[in-house]
C-alpha cells in the first residue's frame, strides 16, 4: 500500500515514520520550501512523548533540547497563586514527563529522521485538486504532475486544502479572540520547575526559565480577526512595545522579562476547528491540526498529532483496504480530540475575562482547574500498544 501524505509537519512526519516501520511505502509533498523552522515553542505532554517511544524516536525531545517541566503554577494579576497543576508525578503516573521545546527544533528533528529512512519529500510543492475512485486517488500538484496512491491522508494543518476539496461545506476553522506571541530571551533570573501561568491584568503571560533562558508568551485579546498580512507587517520591535504596555501593571518577573526581550518569534491570531462531521473518505483522512485544530491552551496540539500518526499507521497495516482502516481510525481518534479540542477553548475564554470579571474568573479558577485536572488525567494517560492487532485494539 503506498500513502501519499500532504504536509511535512508534525503530523505528517511522524505518519512517515510511523508507516516506515509498519513497513508501508509513504511519500511526502510539503508546501514550504524547506523544513520548516517557524513557530515559538511548544509542550509535548507525557501522551505524546510515550508516542514518540512507541516509534523508538523518544529521544527526540532531549535532542531537540527539550526540558521537563513538573507542572504548572497559576497566578492572578497580583502575582498570588490561585491554583497549581502538580507534574511531579507525572513519570511515574503516566511514564512519561512533560516537556518544553522549541517547536522548531522538534520539527527538524522528526524531518531529519524522516530523511534517514529515505522517505521521499517533495518540498515546495502544493497540492492542489484530488480525485478519488474506485482503486486509488490522484493528486493534482502546483507543477501540474500528478501523484497516484492507495490512501492520501491530509496532514496539512488547520487551513486545510484537503479539507477543503473533500469536505467543501465543512465549517472554516473558527477565529478565538486572541492573539498568541511569544519566544525565549536571556535573563538573569532563577530558575522555573514549574511553568508559570499568569491572568494578567489586561492579558495573560505564561514563562519558564532554565539555564538562563526565559520562554515566554502572551495571549491578548483582540476581538476582530485580523488578516495575516496585517500581523506580518508589524515589526518585532513595534510588537514588543505593545506587549510591554499590556503588561507594564503586571507583577515581576514578567516585566523584567519583556523588559530583556528584543523580539517576538512571531504573532499568531488562534484559531479552532468546530468539530468537523467527517475526517474520511474510503481513500482520504486528515489527521493533527487539519482534523482538529485546537488552541494552544490545551497543551495537546502536536502531542496528538504524534498519536494520530502512530495510530493511524497501526490501523492501515493491520486492515488490507484503506476504506476500513481509515474508518477504524476515525472511530478511535474523534471522540478524544473532540474532547479536549473543548477543554481548549474552555481554558481559552478563561484567559480573556473581562478587568471586572476577573474577580469572579480567579474564585472559580481552583475548582475548574480540579475539574481540568481530571480532564488532564485522561489526556496524559493515553498510550499505544504498537504491536496490539488494530482490528481489536483499536
Ligand atoms: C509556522 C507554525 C508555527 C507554530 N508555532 C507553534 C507554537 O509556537 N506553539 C504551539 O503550541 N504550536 C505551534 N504550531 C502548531 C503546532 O505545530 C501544531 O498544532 C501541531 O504540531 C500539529 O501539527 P500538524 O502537523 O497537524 O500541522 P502543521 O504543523 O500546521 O503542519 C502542516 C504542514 O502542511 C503544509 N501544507 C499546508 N497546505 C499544504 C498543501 N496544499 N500542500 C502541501 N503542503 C501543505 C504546511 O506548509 C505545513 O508544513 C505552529 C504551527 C505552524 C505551522
Known sequence: MKVLIVGAGI??????????????????????????????????????????????????????????????DFRNAKGRRIAQ??????????????????????????????????????????????????AGVTATLDAGDTVRADALVGADGIFSTIRQLAWPEAQPPRYTGIIDCGGWTDVDLPETARQQ?????????????RNGTAYWFSNFPRSQEPERAELDRIEGPAWMSQLRALHAADPAPIPGILAAATDSAGAWPIYDLPDPDEWSTSRICL?????HAMSPSAGQGASLAIEDGVVLAQSLRDHNDPSPALERFVQARKPR??????????????????????????????????????????????????????????
Not at 474532547?339 to 481552583?366: C, M, T
Request: a negative charge.
Open 85 to 134: 497543576l502538580d507534574g511531579e508525578q507525572d513519570e511515574a503516573r503516566y511514564g512519561a514527563p512533560s516537556i518544553l521545546l522549541q517547536r522548531a527544533r522538534l520539527q527538524r528533528e522528526l524531518a531529519s529522521r524522516v530523511s534517514a529512512a529515505g522517505i521521499r519529500t517533495d518540498f515546495d510543492t502544493r497540492v492542489l485538486d484530488v480525485v478519488q475512485d474506485a
Open 197 to 209: 501561568m499568569h491572568f494578567g491584568r489586561e492579558a495573560f503571560f505564561g514563562h519558564a526559565i
Open 287 to 291: 489527521i493533527g491540526d487539519a482534523a
Open 11 to 72: 503530523a505528517g512526519c511522524t505518519l512517515a515514520l510511523a508507516l516506515d516501520k509498519a513497513g508501508l511505502e509513504s511519500h511526502i509533498v510539503e508546501a514550504r520550501p524547506g523544513v520548516d523552522t517557524g513557530g515559538a515553542f511548544l509542550a509535548l505532554a507525557p501522551n505524546g512523548v510515550n508516542a514518540l517511544r512507541t516509534l523508538d524516536l523518544g529521544g527526540i525531545p532531549e535532542t531537540a533540547g527539550g526540558f521537563v517541566l513538573s507542572g504548572l
Open 337 to 394: 480530540a473532540e474532547k479536549i479540542v473543548k477543554f481548549g477553548r474552555q481554558i481559552g475564554e478563561r484567559k480573556i475575562s473581562s478587568a471586572a470579571s476577573n474577580v469572579v474568573r480567579d474564585l472559580g479558577l481552583p475548582l475548574f482547574l480540579r475539574m481540568g485536572a481530571r480532564a488532564t488525567a485522561d489526556q496524559y494517560g493515553y498510550s499505544v500498544e504498537w504491536d496490539a492487532d488494530a482490528h481489536t485494539s483499536l
